[in-house]
């Protein structure tokens, strides 16, 4: 069954420290991975789409990596502003082939930034 | 441009209840999702529906769910009879999608509405 794992669940970080987040997916035939932010109360808001392996993106202090196993969410000097949830999901061709537009999204890691 | 509007924000009801949840997608999208979401499980997708027809309603827990997209600017989400397990935050979005090769390609990315946050008593 296709899977998508978010490491950690939680992290905490003093501003200033960088880190990274974790996602790993077990999907075939991948078709894009796309992260997204969630604050408290709201729903997700989109940052990134990367659709193969060594495709980057970057906005503000945020940067994602594409592996063909797993994607990374780099953040370089840290912000309290950019404590919330961080959601992976991806889209795949299932194994009948068949249209798919479907995102199976992780369980995300909620961050905490503190000054 | 108005984003994807639901209603009501919150719901609070008894067992036994039924629930109707609404959402109005973006103008424009062809694409309309239903997503639920708890602590335990994260968020699930119950249905979507591409040019107001289901092609996925895999997610849906059972006969008590049902979703309808008479026109292209406006969906529902019921439940009936609700269950204290139905008790999450339900989300409504919506997209572009466009034929891609074998399989359509989510153009761009989803929006998501505000959610729906349901308690079942």
């Known amino acids: 069954e296709d899977q998508v794992t978010q490491s950690p669940e939680a992290l905490r970080l003093q501003e200033g420290e960088s880190s990274s987040l974790n996602c790993s997916y077990t999907?075939?035939?991948?078709?894009?991975l796309f992260w997204y932010r969630q604050d408290p109360g709201k729903g997700p808001e989109f940052l990134f789409t990367?659709?193969?392996a060594g495709e980057e993106k970057e906005k503000e202090r945020l940067k994602a990596t594409l592996t063909k196993k797993e994607s990374f969410l780099h953040i370089t000097a840290p912000k309290p502003e950019d404590s919330a949830t961080y959601l992976c999901?991806?889209?795949?061709?299932?194994?009948?082939?068949?249209?798919?537009?479907?995102?199976?999204f992780g369980r995300g890691t909620q961050l905490t930034v503190w000054p | 441009d108005a984003g994807v509007i639901q209603s009501p924000r919150h719901e609070v009801t008894e067992m036994g209840q039924e629930v109707t949840l609404r959402c109005k997608p973006i103008?424009?999208?062809?694409?309309l999702f239903w997503y639920r979401q708890t602590m335990m499980r994260g968020l699930e997708l119950l249905i979507y529906?591409?040019?107001?027809?289901?092609?996925?309603d895999s997610g849906m827990p059972e006969d008590r769910f049902s979703a309808k997209m008479p026109n292209a600017s406006f969906s529902t989400l019921k439940i009936q009879p609700s269950e204290p397990r139905d008790s999450a935050v339900y989300f409504c979005?919506?997209?572009?999608?466009?034929?891609?090769?074998?399989?359509?390609?989510?153009?761009?990315?989803?929006?998501f509405g505000e959610g729906s946050r349901l308690t079942v008593l």
């Open positions: 979005a919506s997209t572009m999608i466009t034929s891609g090769g074998s399989s359509p390609v989510i153009t761009g990315e989803l929006f």
């Open positions: 999907v075939s035939g991948l078709r894009g």
């Open positions: 990367l659709y193969s």
């Open positions: 999901a991806v889209q795949a061709r299932n194994n009948r082939g068949s249209t798919l537009g479907r995102l199976y």
């Open positions: 103008s424009g999208h062809n694409s």
């Open positions: 529906f591409n040019n107001n027809v289901p092609i996925d």
